[in-house]
């Protein structure tokens, strides 16, 4: 598959996995707001508070982010002209205005992007990638994080995410009135029962199923962020190798973070040994990335 093909393919996957988390949404509203007769107006606070935690996270994630992952910066050219020049040479091939460059003292190979849109980006990358990896293999890694700048990847996720805080406090609210009482809607005999208990199942589960869709969506996004940086080096062996290096370095980064994991190149907790690995990682194997990579050249 060409890398355009793969980039098309991964945009039209993510727009059905975002349909599947309105439905959902939707849903949890139509529920809560028919069994406890509150109208819209509970529904409104709970996305009032949405609203607000999406406010923080879109113009202080960023800092967050790097100040979890320990990296320090920004570096000026006279600092590191070896990376310094790799980002600014990719991003004039990208068109997109240069980042902020840090740098994190840890020997894992590993990098990642940040910020909620080109004008207000940063990029991280471990001393262990920029002294592991070959020439080529850095600028794949760079390319692939640029990637996630130009495609506005980290602002789709912090809208998957807040998503997914939506479906929790749905969820709990819903829980907490069935438990320990509430205005409840009569059942209305047993096809009204039955409803109550799809309804009751459906909040217990839901929390589960979107952090599933959210992990899903974030892996569709690596794939995408692959074949972008495939179309700014035009060299997809250069990430190939240095994905191949980094999952055969299987240490994880010393600030290893669930809240920051989705945003590195690879899971920085190393290799995992589990049968559901899959299901519940932020990135598709690397094995099937490095596949996807390959067949592009």
Same mark, same amino acid.
């Given at each position: 598959?060409?890398?355009?093909?793969?980039?098309?393919?991964?945009?039209?996957?993510?727009?059905?996995?975002?349909?599947?988390?309105?439905?959902?949404?939707?849903?949890?509203?139509?529920?809560?707001?028919y069994f406890y007769e509150f109208g819209y107006g509970g529904l409104a606070i709970v996305v009032m508070i949405a609203i607000g935690m999406s406010f923080a996270s879109y113009y202080s994630g960023d800092k967050v982010a790097l100040t979890?992952?320990?990296?320090?910066?920004?570096?000026?050219?006279?600092?590191? /002209? !070896?990376?310094?020049?790799?980002?600014?040479?990719?991003?004039?091939?990208?068109?997109?205005?240069?980042?902020?460059? !840090?740098?994190?003292?840890?020997?894992?190979?590993?990098?990642?992007?940040?910020?909620?849109?080109?004008?207000?980006? /940063?990029?991280?990358?471990?001393? *262990?990638?920029?002294?592991?990896?070959?020439?080529?293999?850095?600028?794949?890694?760079?390319?692939?994080?640029?990637?996630?700048?130009?495609?506005?990847?980290?602002?789709?996720?912090?809208?998957?995410?807040?998503?997914? *805080?939506?479906?929790?406090?749905? /969820?709990?609210?819903?829980? +907490?009135?069935?438990?320990?009482? *509430? @205005? @409840? +809607?009569?059942?209305?005999?047993?096809? *009204?029962?039955?409803?109550?208990?799809?309804?009751?199942?459906?909040?217990?589960?839901?929390?589960?199923?979107?952090?599933?869709?959210?992990?899903?969506?974030?892996?569709?996004?690596?794939?995408?962020?692959?074949? /972008?940086?495939?179309?700014?080096? +035009?060299?997809?062996?250069?990430?190939? +190798?240095?994905?191949?290096?980094?999952?055969? !370095?299987?240490?994880?980064?010393?600030?290893?973070?669930?809240?920051?994991?989705?945003?590195?190149?690879?899971?920085?907790?190393?290799?995992?040994?589990?049968?559901?690995?899959?299901?519940?990682?932020?990135?598709?194997?690397?094995?099937?990335?490095?596949?996807?990579?390959?067949?592009?050249?």
């Amino acid at each position: 598959m060409t890398a355009y093909k793969q980039i098309a393919s991964n945009k039209r996957r993510t727009v059905i996995l975002i349909a599947i988390f309105i439905i959902f949404i939707l849903a949890l509203g139509f529920a809560f707001s028919y069994f406890y007769e509150f109208g819209y107006g509970g529904l409104a606070i709970v996305v009032m508070i949405a609203i607000g935690m999406s406010f923080a996270s879109y113009y202080s994630g960023d800092k967050v982010a790097l100040t979890t992952a320990g990296a320090k910066g920004p570096i000026t050219k006279e600092q590191n /002209s !070896y990376v310094y020049n790799m980002v600014e040479n990719l991003c004039i091939t990208a068109g997109i205005p240069m980042p902020k460059v !840090y740098l994190i003292q840890d020997d894992s190979p590993n990098a990642f992007a940040t910020g909620r849109d080109p004008e207000h980006a /940063s990029v991280a990358i471990t001393t *262990g990638a920029i002294n592991i990896l070959e020439n080529e293999e850095l600028e794949g890694v760079i390319a692939h994080e640029l990637s996630h700048i130009k495609n506005y990847d980290i602002r789709l996720m912090m809208v998957v995410i807040v998503c997914v *805080g939506l479906i929790a406090l749905l /969820s709990d609210f819903f829980l +907490r009135f069935s438990f320990f009482g *509430g @205005r @409840r +809607r009569d059942a209305g005999g047993q096809a *009204g029962m039955i409803l109550l208990i799809v309804g009751i199942v459906l909040m217990i589960l839901s929390p589960i199923i979107a952090q599933l869709i959210k992990l899903a969506v974030s892996r569709k996004r690596e794939y995408m962020a692959d074949a /972008s940086s495939v179309l700014l080096t +035009r060299y997809p062996e250069g990430l190939a +190798r240095a994905l191949e290096k980094i999952d055969a !370095y299987g240490k994880p980064l010393k600030r290893a973070n669930n809240a920051t994991a989705h945003l590195f190149i690879s899971e920085p907790y190393g290799k995992k040994k589990h049968a559901f690995k899959k299901l519940f990682s932020t990135h598709p194997p690397i094995p099937e990335r490095v596949k996807a990579l390959r067949s592009m050249a």
